[in-house]
């Protein structure tokens, strides 16, 4: 077997996990299994422990730890230390345990007191916490190490309360880096005095300032609203204020992703490159489909738009990608509307360790839309050139008072012309899906989606023999038949059930309804330079996909070493049903084109065929803290697929292992290095001139980088250098005229440079910047050496992007704001044998928008210079995809 070193090295490993899986298991304390009797939410000033106080006129600070000795402060034999300085002896510092790493802050709640207000962190492992004050001027902050504010689904959020009280101008609450949680409270005109507690249900920050502290108590309006920071009225003397969760990311700047690893991991723990576009930029660009929303991510172009519905595929570090993931599996039928989705994580490299059957470059994964535990409500109108409108609606929150039964619904409809003549695009989708609570442990989600998309799409652009287009792109170069029409239904459930607070079993399953019927013609070949002769097509085809996945998720220690495993096995089944007709057509008269055919159109040819794929597989993976600077990504998986099409072809098996390995250094909190080695495999089909199968295409790729946070944490940059070389692949047989025969010798590279950079440059200045340098050529190739060293198609050798953002933060016109996009595509080769190069072009998108309150108003301008470019070539002369012309679009929405 090849890689008989890694094989054998990861029987060893998988055997020292499982062992050590076993024996956490066994001797997990009772502790760790039983849910504490002690978490209550009603507290009093009995069950509450002073920590700290600090505030205008202390002269010292105390430190003291639940069931612990109070502890003098180096204040007491020292100098007086000033208001705005406090010195904060350590506690002891706790034995690493698999919960200490990262404390879960699940909720922050604002209460009244007669004194002014608190502010409650609420974890049940606060002992945990370590708290530094870095208090300066006017205002009190406070780094609470150790801890993130995470929703019990996983989603980060972000507190804050404008003008809560007299003398305060704001306070927040947000995570700054993976481990830490800062606390913000501005003061008008002095620092106010704030009082750390700990009791348990959490850390408690008591605040109150010279005004309050002699005026009867104000009611805090607070707002957890990531995107729309909306004040709420105040809540009754005796009720606690709780801020309203949409549980979707805030900002631009992600710091957690699950799709590498299964996990939600930071992602400088990650020894690969992983962008991750949050809603806000989806919003803030006001993009139409997947395809729109990757570009800002580096190494990633458009390589089918799939009869401009919203699907496609994407071209990954050199090599194709077909489709989409799904929440983390096979999104098979396509259709993938925007308004469901939540954020568009992409994962470079080599993914098959965790996905099974993938091409090398990479894969998209789209996480979806979850229910809320607060009521949330989105109404959106849009309205734009070409006849576009859109509307659609986003309604989520409980069913029930003790929230157990939550629920969301997205839904929408937009209807549009192209720019050119016949084209039409009409989309309707409705998503509902409910979260059932089944108690403290265990989470069931139902979700369902219907998708129907009916169109016309825009004709492809021709190359003529003297290598240029001439044709204006409103030429329209097909015949007008009936269109596309996909319709697509999705079903499933996620069921998640916690053992103890260190190990989980999570389960998934889902099946995808996909119908299409087409009829359709599409360039092929231009003739004495006017006639382009078309393909002509009617067909109906349905996919159908059935997924199924377990995982058993856990966290234990081996000695000092922390380790967070993931064991699973997936199978998926695809089944596909084909009935094409072909028909006859004449070919098109490129400058003078009469669409008007005789009807019906004759029929050459028409079958029926089907083809299946069934694959299973398992995996193990070991995230491995050797320290906190130091970790280890370890993985491996083994797939087995079986492939037929046709009742008259034999049924393909193959069977593949697929390493991963990855090392992380932090030499400091902010910087990550990082070195990774990956594999991947990918079926062949077709036939060998013996008769003999093909070997799976494999995908090898070393990689290296650098992820480090700026200005604060509020800039996050990943500098990845890759290597990834394709084997196995099949070309054109030379010694066989039959062209449904191949031989097996072609061998493919792609390495190259990229840089993403994503967050805050200052408060209200946010940007999303890329830039990409991609050398991807054949280097072997028997059944034609001269294609050797030619470059892979529909590759750029240079890409790059930035989207940004600037909202005015006070005054009159505070929610006013700019954007400003540029994406540049360099030139890419139309086929292998690089007969013709699609030019490069720079387009420029703008924005302008204005947020207050419940209220959104924006416009959106894509190609704001009406830039003639091209998108893709499809692989063929005759395929070039133009991309559209100037583009406005206005919507309003209301958020309630």
Wanted: aromatic residues 10%.
């Amino acid at each position: 077997m090849k890689n008989s070193w890694l094989y054998s090295g990861f029987q060893l490993w998988l055997a020292l996990s499982l062992s050590g899986c076993l024996s956490a298991l066994v001797g997990m304390p009772a502790s760790a299994q039983v849910k504490s009797e002690n978490n209550v939410d009603s507290r009093t000033s009995s069950n509450l422990t002073r920590l700290w106080k600090v505030g205008r006129g202390d002269a010292k600070g105390w430190l003291r730890r639940s069931n612990s000795p109070i502890i003098r402060q180096l204040s007491e034999v020292e100098p007086p230390i000033t208001n705005a300085q406090l010195l904060l002896v350590q506690s002891p510092t706790p034995q690493i345990t698999p919960t200490s790493e990262i404390v879960p802050i699940t909720s922050v709640k604002a209460n009244p007191t007669d004194k002014g207000m608190e502010i409650i962190l609420q974890t049940t492992q606060g002992t945990q916490l370590q708290v530094t004050n870095r208090s300066t001027g006017n205002n009190f902050i406070a780094d609470v190490s150790g801890g993130q504010l995470r929703l019990p689904s996983g989603e980060a959020f972000t507190f804050r309360s404008e003008k809560p009280l007299a003398g305060i101008t704001a306070i927040t609450v947000t995570n700054i880096d993976a481990n830490t949680v800062r606390v913000t409270v501005v003061g008008v005109a002095a620092m106010p005095t704030v009082e750390l507690f700990d009791d348990n249900t959490g850390l408690v920050f008591g605040i109150t300032t010279a005004t309050t502290a002699t005026s009867p108590s104000q009611q805090p309006q607070t707002s957890q609203k990531p995107r729309s920071e909306t004040e709420k009225p105040a809540a009754q003397p005796d009720e606690p204020i709780e801020l309203v969760v949409t549980g979707e990311q805030d900002g631009y700047r992600v710091q957690d992703a699950t799709t590498a690893t299964r996990t939600d991991t930071p992602l400088r723990d990650i020894p690969q490159s992983i962008q991750v576009i949050p809603r806000q930029v989806l919003e803030d660009r006001n993009v139409k489909t997947v395809t729109e929303a990757v570009e800002t991510v580096s190494g990633v172009v458009s390589a089918d738009t799939n009869f401009n519905s919203p699907a496609g595929s994407y071209i990954i570090r050199g090599f194709e990608q077909r489709g989409n993931f799904r929440n983390g599996y096979r999104d098979a039928g396509s259709l993938t509307p925007i308004a469901t989705i939540e954020r568009v994580e992409v994962l470079k490299g080599p993914a098959s360790v965790l996905f099974g059957a993938v091409e090398p470059g990479g894969i998209i994964n789209v996480i979806t839309k979850q229910p809320l535990s607060e009521p949330y409500y989105n109404l959106e109108f849009q309205a734009g050139n070409r006849d576009l409108y859109e509307s659609s609606i986003d309604f989520s929150g409980p069913l029930n008072d003790d929230k157990t039964l939550l629920y969301r619904l997205n839904a929408s409809y937009e209807s549009s012309n192209g720019f050119q003549d016949f084209v039409t695009s009409h989309l309707t989708t409705i998503a509902p899906s409910i979260t059932w609570r089944l108690g403290d442990r265990t989470d069931l989600n139902l979700f369902y989606e219907s998708t129907k998309f009916n169109g016309i799409p825009e004709s492809f652009n021709t190359v003529f023999s003297d290598n240029t287009i001439k044709l204006p792109r409103s030429r329209y170069l097909s015949y007008p038949l009936d269109g596309q029409h996909y319709t697509t239904q999705k079903y499933g459930y996620t069921l998640n059930h916690k053992f103890s607070d260190n190990w989980q079993l999570r389960n998934n399953f889902s099946i995808t309804a996909f119908n299409a019927i087409e009829e359709y013609t599409v360039g092929t070949n231009l003739v004495d330079a006017r006639f382009l002769e078309q393909f002509a097509a009617r067909r109906n085809y349905v996919v159908d996909n059935y997924f199924g996945q377990i995982d058993l998720i856990g966290k234990f220690n081996t000695g000092s070493i922390l380790h967070q495993l993931v064991f699973g096995f997936d199978g998926n089944r695809n089944v596909q049903i084909y009935n094409p007709t072909g028909l006859s057509v004449p070919a098109l008269d490129v400058f003078n084109p009469n669409y008007n055919i005789p009807k019906p159109l004759t029929t050459l040819y028409n079958y029926s065929d089907f083809g299946t794929i069934q694959s299973y597989g398992f995996y193990l993976q070991d995230q491995i803290s050797f320290q906190d600077n130091l970790k280890l990504l370890i993985g491996g998986r083994f797939d087995w697929i079986s492939q037929k099409s046709g009742t008259d072809q034999p049924e393909q098996s193959d069977n593949a292992f697929s390493p991963r390995i990855g090392l992380v250094y932090q030499p400091s909190k902010s910087v990550s290095l990082y070195a990774s080695y990956s594999q991947s495999f990918n079926p062949n089909s077709g036939l060998n001139g013996d008769g003999s199968q093909f070997e799976p295409t494999k995908g090898t790729q070393y990689e290296a980088g650098i992820k480090a946070d700026f200005l604060e944490n509020r800039l996050s940059t990943t500098l990845a250098v890759y290597q990834i070389t394709k084997t196995n692949i099949t070309t054109d047989d030379p010694n066989n005229d039959d062209p449904n025969y191949l031989i097996q010798i072609g061998e493919q590279r792609s390495q190259g440079i990229e840089l993403d950079i994503t967050g805050e440059i200052l408060p209200g200045w946010k940007a999303i910047a890329s830039y990409a340098y991609t050398n991807a050529e054949v280097t072997e190739d028997n059944s034609d050496p001269s294609t050797v060293g030619n470059r892979l198609e529909d590759v750029p050798k240079n890409q790059a992007s930035l989207w940004t953002t600037y909202e005015l933060q006070n005054g009159d016109f505070k929610g006013l704001g700019l954007g400003l996009g540029l994406f540049y595509v360099g030139a890419r080769a139309v086929d292998l044998d690089n007969s013709f190069e699609v030019p490069d072009y720079l387009r420029t998108d703008a924005a302008i928008y204005y947020r207050r309150d419940a209220l959104k108003a924006a416009i959106n301008i894509r190609n704001l210079f009406d830039t003639e470019y091209f998108v893709d070539s499809n692989g063929t002369r005759a395929r070039i995809k133009t991309g559209a012309p100037f583009t406005i679009i206005g919507s309003i929405s209301w958020e309630f």
